[in-house]
């Protein structure tokens, strides 16, 4: 390995400090006393929450379960303080954790990794970053999220506008004051859900350019109780149990029965119940909402009747109600009175379906029929998810194959953990495994942990190469396309999940949609069996 005086020298590289970052360093320095150095970008740790302070920012997995569950006393001894965590929440959450498992001192801020080569000859990885510094290491681990490269349209004239304007992902770190602002908000994703009503209530005037309506579910957020936590606390282990059993890494069950397994109003009143008790858990009521589309329906036009029940113009109802995809077959977002903000008297919503934006000029935004004046436009317009983060390594294999080449007509892994050609690299929650349809900690704990096992294989066999075989590459793509196809998640054509939202991307479901659980037990048996589909040097 490549030791030279500008070159140093580690076992592991581990690229992002985020949930996945951190819980990987600890595994592999702690665990395996490995010498790692993690290259994070941002001047803090926190991955995807350093960098999405926007107004509204708030996980929508529940706190309780959105957070570690490798140590009994770091999950006895931290303390939510609601429903759902907001950002600055899981900032010192994770702040806690770094400082806790003393994990800062083999973590290199303000290190952008700007790009990876595969040295066959050393057999190890040569990693550059902005700033011209050299790394060489023996395993390459990226762990830089699957939402962490902005999407922002290419709209002409962008650039030419004279207010402030910022994407949600990049928020300002000194925050944007909208008091007394004209304020444009692009884009109606769960981002844009949660930022809308936060945004209304502080400035003068919203505009809502809405492309693609969306179905949302209240959210229902509000403060923990002494009571809950004890009751979280002394029930960890089975909360922890659940979520890994799960089929997306929440620890509820879904309901057994089919939505049309009941009669009309037996089912209205459990989807009542659903939305009233609020969240995510709303896909659970009936086990075939995300695989029957008669089922389907009767979720989505519950959520429809919901819509035009809160906003009180019929004409804004209609456009907000969506009409082109079931419920859940995109990334359901959970608000807090997102559809109320529509009957204030200082919101507009824009349909772009029917009036297209055509420019941003100095001013504001203009439309095919309207000008809007803005002091300020947000950018609520998603990523380039999953392959966007990987790709932005340049990263090249063997025989100077490019991640980018390799996965030109879009991504090809073997569970999501590996691609061959490019030998001793993981990728944590990659293209190809559950990661997104998942609670994130719960997949990223089970790649990190999956990592360290093969990685401690090696070291106990004396194997020094590790690298996905191009046929059970072969065979898993296939297994990630018949498990999304058996689902209703491809019929949303505009969903993040297909790529579908960046221009120019391969349409390719990217997330494995066959369950967390079964997942797992996957992995447990490929690595029972050997590491089966993986060939060591
Ligand atoms: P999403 O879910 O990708 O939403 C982005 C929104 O921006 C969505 O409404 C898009 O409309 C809209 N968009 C994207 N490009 C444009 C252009 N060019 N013009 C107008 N509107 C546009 O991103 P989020 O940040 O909300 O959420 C990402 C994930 O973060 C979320 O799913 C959770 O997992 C956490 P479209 O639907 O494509 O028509």
Known sequence: MPDTADTQAFDAIIVGAGFSGLYQLHVLRDRLGLVVRVLEAADGIGGTWYWNRYPGARCDSESYYYSYSFSHELEQEWEWTERYPEQPEIMRYLNHVADRFDLRRDIQLGAKVTSARFDAAAGCWLVQTAAGERFSAQFLITAVGC???????????????????????????????????????????????????????????????????????????????????????????????????????????????????????????????????????????????????????????????????????PAVAAMLTPTDHPFAAKRPP???????????????????????????????????????????IVYATGFDAMTGPL???????????????????????????????????????????????????????????????????????????????????EAWVAHVNEAAAATLLPMASSSWYLGANVPGKPRVFMPYAGGMARYAAHCAQVAAEGYRGFAFA
């Not at 000194?174 to 908000?185: P, S």
């Not at 294989?457 to 004396?462: E, F, I, L, S, V």
């Open 391 to 473: 790709l932005a390594l340049d990263i090249t294999g063997e025989g100077g194959l490019t991640l980018r080449e390799h996965w030109a007509a879009g991504p090809r892994t073997y569970l999501g953990l590996q691609t061959p050609g490019f030998p001793n690299l993981f990728t944590i929650t990659g293209p190809g495994s559950p990661s997104v349809l998942t609670n994130m900690p719960t997949a990223i704990e089970q790649h990190a942990d999956w990592i360290a096992g093969c990685i401690a294989h090696m070291r106990a066999n004396g194997l020094r190469r590790v690298a996905a075989t191009q046929d059970a590459t």
């Open 147 to 313: 939402l962490s490269t902005a999407n922002i349209p290419a709209i002409p004239g962008r650039d030419s506008f004279a207010g402030i304007s910022a994407h949600t992902g990049h928020w300002p770190h000194g925050g944007v004051d909208f008091a007394g602002k004209r304020v444009g908000l692009i884009g109606t994703g769960s981002t844009g859900i949660q930022a809308a009503p936060v945004i209304a209530a502080a400035a003068a005037h919203l505009t809502v350019f809405q492309r693609t309506a969306n179905y949302s579910v209240p959210a229902r957020n509000g403060p923990m109780d002494a009571a809950q936590q004890r009751e979280i606390k002394a029930n960890y282990a089975e909360i922890r149990r659940k979520s890994r059993e799960s089929s997306n890494g929440h620890p509820f069950d879904f309901s057994p029965l089919g939505a049309l397994d009941v009669p009309p109003e037996e089912r209205q009143a459990r989807y009542q119940a659903a939305w009233d008790r609020g969240g995510l858990r709303f896909r659970a009521v009936f086990k075939d909402i995300l695989t029957s589309k008669e089922a389907n329906d009767t979720a989505s036009e519950f959520i429809r009747a919901k819509i035009r029940e809160i906003v009180h113009d």
């Open 334 to 376: 959970i608000d807090t009175a997102y559809f109320e903000t529509f009957n204030r008297a200082n919101v507009t919503l824009v349909d772009l379906k029917a009036t297209p934006i055509q420019e941003i000029t100095p001013a504001g935004v203009r439309t095919s029929v309207a000008e809007y004046p803005l002091d300020i």
